[in-house]
Structure formats: structure tokens, C-alpha cells
């Protein structure tokens, strides 16, 4: 999973989590693997009191997501086919790419445990998983 942030200073691998987080510019230089997609994933977020699903959209092997969910500050699980029972998130609450953590799921046993958008207000965040 990657947080995507403007110029600044970058976060690096925390601890033995399952992602690690790169400037936009570091990650354009990264070879990918052109996959099929294997599925459906979305994103819910604290932004709307988690009432709203949106799509990821697949990209030959990432999953991205640049919308009004992941603002500052908020919080947001992803979901696999859009079902709370098939959370993904981490394994403490308000987990940030500085913060080591352990991917969970996906399961329903998620409640309480999200990421936290690490980006400054004005900054626009974006979210990608990598399978």
C-alpha cells in the first residue's frame, strides 16, 4: 500500500508492515508486473461517518484510489468486493506509514483499527495497493 504525498519529505518502510509509503516521483521510477485484477477493492473513511463505498480502480496490478475520502486527518479501511465483512486494515488504530503495524484481513474483525491520512491540510492524499 502506498500514501501518496506533494514534495516533501518522505516517509520510509515502517517496521514489519506489509506496505511501504514513497514520494509520487520515487514510485514512478519502480518496475510493476502487469496483472489481471483478482477482484473488487474499495475504500470507506471517517469523512462521512463511514456510510459511503467507493471503488478503487485497477491498474495492471494497483489498486488507486485519489478521491473525497482520503482527506487529512481522516481515517479509512479497504474493503474487498465492498463488504465490511472483507476488511482490510491494521493491526493498531490510526496506523500511518511511519507507525510499524501488521496488515490485517480480510475479515470483520476490523472495527477500530484504520489508517489515519498522514498529509498536511491543503495536501491531497491518494491510496494504492499492490498485489
Not at 500514501?3 to 510493476?32: C, D, I, V
Not at 462521512?48 to 495492471?60: A, G, H, K, P, Q
Request: net charge positive.
Amino acid at each position: 500500500m502506498f500514501f501518496h504525498r506533494p514534495p516533501g519529505p518522505p516517509h520510509t518502510r515502517a517496521g514489519n508492515a506489509k506496505y511501504e509509503a514513497y514520494l509520487s516521483q520515487e514510485a514512478a521510477g519502480m518496475a510493476w508486473q502487469s496483472l489481471r485484477s483478482p477482484g473488487r477493492f474499495c475504500i470507506v473513511s471517517s469523512c462521512d461517518n463511514w456510510t459511503s463505498v467507493e471503488d478503487m480502480l485497477w491498474d495492471s496490478g494497483v489498486y488507486r484510489y485519489r478521491g473525497r475520502l482520503i482527506s487529512p486527518g481522516q481515517s479509512f479501511q479497504i474493503l474487498r468486493a465492498g463488504s465490511r465483512d472483507a476488511a482490510i486494515y491494521p493491526s493498531i488504530n490510526n496506523a500511518t506509514p511511519c507507525v510499524a503495524h501488521v496488515l490485517k484481513g480480510p475479515d470483520r474483525n476490523g472495527h477500530g483499527f484504520n489508517w489515519t491520512v498522514p498529509a498536511k491540510p491543503g495536501e491531497r492524499g491518494a491510496v494504492e495497493v499492490i498485489l
